[in-house]
Nanobody
């Protein structure tokens, strides 16, 4: 069992930056691949980025590639999402999630989810 708690969301102007954090409980954090997803009002939950258990591989949605960076610190049981050059279309609730494998760009691959943190980008 893994419990995930996101933080770091807020209101930012377009072009600004935010860093989201996701703190995990449990001793097995380092065995999970971790992902970030986002959901805007009235839309489906979309893949943003994932990072493998070791941090050796990362993958991004085309919409955030070059602007967002996912990283993890297994000693701190935390995964991060660094978001730069934010756009109004990045406005959404951002969720972190933990997976033991599968298609890591797909929500069904993730067994554990946080409660989400709101990111609002004003124009």
């Amino acid at each position: 069992q893994v419990q995930l708690v996101e933080s770091g969301g807020g209101l930012v102007q377009a072009g600004g930056s935010l860093r989201l954090s996701c703190a995990a409980s449990g001793r097995t954090f380092s065995t999970y691949a971790m992902g970030w997803f986002r959901q805007a009002p009235g839309k489906e939950r979309d893949f943003v980025a994932f990072i493998t258990w070791s941090g050796g591989s990362t993958y991004y949605a085309d919409s955030v590639k070059g602007r967002f960076t996912i990283s993890r610190d297994n000693a701190k049981n935390t995964v991060y999402l660094h978001m730069n050059s934010l756009k109004p279309e990045d406005t959404a609730v951002y969720y972190c999630a933990a997976s033991v494998g599968g298609r890591l760009y797909d929500p069904p691959a993730y067994a554990y989810w946080g409660q989400g943190t709101q990111v609002t980008v004003s124009s």
